[in-house]
């Protein structure tokens, strides 16, 4: 199975800050690579697929890249209604596996 | 606008079972691979089952393997998970999820979630 592993588990930013989430795949993935966003008591919404491709009615703050084996997300200017956990997964190949989750927290 | 409503959840002593339903709406339902996907309490979100288009495909999570089925019926557009020799570990939300589409096909992600249903598995 593949292992994705995101750094880092938690960070405390501020309203506007710019926020890099990281997510390494244990073996090559292509750009099969989603990110959720998931807030207490609420289902996963997804945000960005195909490691790059931002969903419909997104934001265009949140983007994504990479390829391969590494990957990140990106919120250029963090607002009061990102704060959540959010989660890489890789759909190359059954199971599809999750990161296990950032947490983003008001400093 | 599609809608997946979970049902079936509850508390079963181990060794137990329950049934599972996902009813969708808002969509061609027939059309669409579906997923499980589970969060145990405070935990993060982990892979279960999929079924694609007709039914006739299936894979699982080794952790369920031999225990769980995925089903649909398309007419009733409603898909299933039948869990069977539950355990503690299988205690969590079980959402079923809708893999996506765009302008230029379907990929591989979930881009409609329901709001899960909750199973404990405890004595």
């Known amino acids: 199975d593949i292992q994705m592993t995101q750094s880092p588990s938690s960070l405390s930013a501020s309203v506007g800050d710019r926020v890099t989430i990281t997510c390494r795949a244990s073996?090559?993935?292509?750009?099969?690579l989603n990110w959720y966003q998931q807030k207490t008591g609420k289902a996963p919404k997804l945000l960005i697929y195909?490691?790059?491709r931002l969903r419909s009615g997104v934001p265009s703050r949140f983007s994504g890249s990479g390829s391969g084996t590494d990957f990140t997300l990106t919120i250029s200017s963090l607002q009061p209604e990102d704060f959540a956990t959010y989660y890489c997964?890789?759909?190359?190949?059954?199971?599809?596996?999750f990161g296990q989750g950032t947490k983003v927290e008001l400093k | 606008e599609v809608q997946l409503v979970e049902s079936g959840g509850g508390l079963v002593h181990p060794g137990g079972s329950l049934r599972l339903s996902c009813a969708a709406s808002?969509?061609?339902?027939?059309?669409?691979?579906m997923h499980w996907v589970r969060q145990a309490p405070g935990k993060g979100l982990v892979w279960v089952s999929r079924?694609?288009?007709?039914?006739?495909?299936?894979d699982y999570a080794d952790s369920v393997k031999g225990r769980f089925t995925i089903s649909r019926d398309n007419a009733q557009n409603t898909l299933y998970l039948q869990m069977n020799s539950l355990r503690a570990e299988d205690t969590g939300l079980y959402y079923c999820?809708?893999?996506?589409?765009?302008?230029?096909?379907?990929?591989?992600?979930?881009?409609?979630w329901g709001q899960g249903t909750l199973v404990t598995v405890s004595s």
């Open positions: 195909v490691a790059s």
């Open positions: 997964q890789e759909s190359y190949s059954t199971p599809w596996t």
């Open positions: 073996q090559t993935i292509s750009s099969y």
């Open positions: 808002g969509f061609t339902f027939s059309h669409y691979w």
């Open positions: 999820a809708r893999e996506g589409d765009d302008s230029t096909g379907y990929y591989d992600a979930f881009d409609y």
């Open positions: 079924l694609n288009s007709d039914g006739s495909n299936t």
